[in-house]
């Protein structure tokens, strides 16, 4: 009866003992502490890697319109730098040939992807902005790469055209000069398309890239993004 009356006058002094309250508040203070930090920590964690896989895409956005703006400009000087170069003046549309091999055309990266540049809690931000004019630009390079296709499928029809048409007699004959001479008036409408175009979409291009990396450098300050043109002093401005 001595031990359990004792342990029953220990359990009723427990919350009055003297030294209870001087190691029950350290503990929980510490606790506490310990659980708050472990939470403010994980969350910088998750804000860290949250932060570093947007970067990652955007990289990668910049990245692709990059390339996008090296095939408009290959583009650019087979079809018109490189032919007036070499002829010393502005080429006729047969002077021209085809591309074949060129890219095909088609949407390079989802738009849900990039949905996290639209929710920018900076009302001014020009992120939204810059995304909207890098789709348009993706149109842009779409359209003109299909163009590219039309007319490098014509002018391969026109080029056989002409050439078996010269030894054509009669109906057959005029039939087939009239059909080169459709065929051959179409790839001069795309040709004068395409001279208006390309360069078009590469200045846009130029300009979407430049307006992007500045939005992002302000988004995402501290953060490091491609540089596409590190020594090219008519590089747009970043």
């Not at 359990?4 to 029950?24: C, S």
């Not at 989802?110 to 004019?133: C, H, I, Q, T």
């Not at 080169?180 to 590469?202: N, S």
Request: hydrophobic content about 40%; aromatic content about 10%; proline content about 6%.
């Amino acid at each position: 009866m001595d031990v359990l009356d004792n342990i029953g006058n220990w359990w009723a002094n427990f919350l009055t003992h003297p030294t209870f309250w001087d190691a029950f508040w350290p503990s929980v203070l510490g606790a506490l502490a310990g659980a708050v930090s472990a939470f403010v920590l994980e969350r910088r964690y998750r804000e860290r890697e949250r932060i570093g896989r947007e970067v990652g895409q955007c990289n990668r956005l910049i990245f692709t319109l990059g390339q996008m703006l090296s095939t408009l400009e290959d583009v650019n000087e087979l079809l018109f730098i490189g032919p007036r170069k070499r002829l010393g003046r502005e080429p006729q549309w047969h002077e021209i040939g085809g591309l074949p091999g060129a890219p095909e055309p088609g949407p390079s990266f989802v738009v849900g992807e990039y949905d996290f540049l639209l929710e920018d809690v900076d009302r001014k931000s020009n992120a939204p902005r810059a995304l909207g004019r890098s789709y348009h630009a993706v149109s842009r390079f779409n359209s003109a790469l299909a163009l590219v296709h039309e007319r490098t499928q014509l002018y391969a029809q026109w080029h056989r055209l002409s050439t078996s048409s010269v030894f054509g007699v009669g109906a057959e004959g005029v039939a087939g000069l009239v059909e080169t001479e459709t065929v051959g008036h179409r790839v001069d409408q795309l040709t004068r398309m395409l001279a208006e175009d390309v360069p078009e979409a590469v200045a846009l291009f130029k300009e979407v890239i430049g307006e992007l990396r500045q939005a992002l450098s302000v988004r995402y300050r501290g953060r490091e993004f491609i540089r596409l043109w590190p020594n090219d002093p008519n590089a747009p401005p970043v």
